[in-house]
């Protein structure tokens, strides 16, 4: 009974530790350069140096690809009907978390490095400190169609330009991508088979050439 006992605290311990929301700092609604500055300078990156994002950039970077900008809840990213299916997870080497958008927070949802899952035999994407994974929620559509299906994929392009223009404009590098090995990486964050990964951005600095 003890050994029982023992065994269900140290479960609970490791789904509170998992579920943790890491508040992230408020966005600076004046950073980077003017948005026509921004387009100018949008280019697909696939060579990243070794430097971190600070938790300023990666608050800044998750706010403008769908962060809440409305009292009302809804969001810098547009979405079909406002159903706002599309969910955000940030891989590092640290874990998998999901953006909130409401909080403006991470949560963890798994621990340890699954960036090579994005990857998917494109080594320079575990260069990049973060990926960035766009995962649809189809539950929210009720009856999924081919219809459903493509306007969860406009969404989440939506979500991915956001991504691309704002590291233009905020001194960041990435490129978007759908390559990933996607029923692994659902079945790492325990998401249903209503659930499409459907893009991902590896997002760094870029290496400087000699």
Request: include cysteine.
């Amino acid at each position: 009974m003890k050994k029982y006992i023992i065994s269900a605290a140290l479960g609970l311990a490791a789904v509170s530790a998992t579920a943790e929301e890491k508040a992230l700092p408020s966005p600076e609604l004046t950073a980077g350069v003017p948005v026509m500055e921004a387009f100018a300078q949008r280019k697909s990156v696939r060579n990243f140096a070794d430097r971190e994002l600070s938790d300023r950039d990666l608050g800044n970077l998750l706010w403008a690809a769908m962060g809440q900008n409305r009292a009302d809840g809804k969001l810098t990213a547009p979405s079909c009907r406002n159903f706002r299916e599309i969910r955000l997870f940030v891989f590092s080497k640290d874990g998998v978390c999901e953006y909130i958008p409401s909080t403006h927070s991470l949560r963890q949802v798994a621990a340890g490095d699954h960036r090579s899952l994005v990857a998917a035999g494109q080594d320079f994407v575990c260069q990049a400190p973060v990926s960035l994974v766009m995962i649809a929620d189809m539950a929210k559509f009720g009856n999924i169609g081919e219809r459903a299906g493509m306007m969860a994929a406009v969404d989440a392009g939506i979500v991915s330009e956001n991504i691309s223009v704002a590291c233009a404009g905020l001194g960041l590098a990435t490129v978007p991508r759908a390559t990933m090995k996607s029923a692994e990486i659902l079945s790492l964050l325990g998401l249903s088979s209503r659930h499409i990964a459907i893009m991902n951005n590896p997002v760094g600095f870029e290496a400087k050439s000699e």
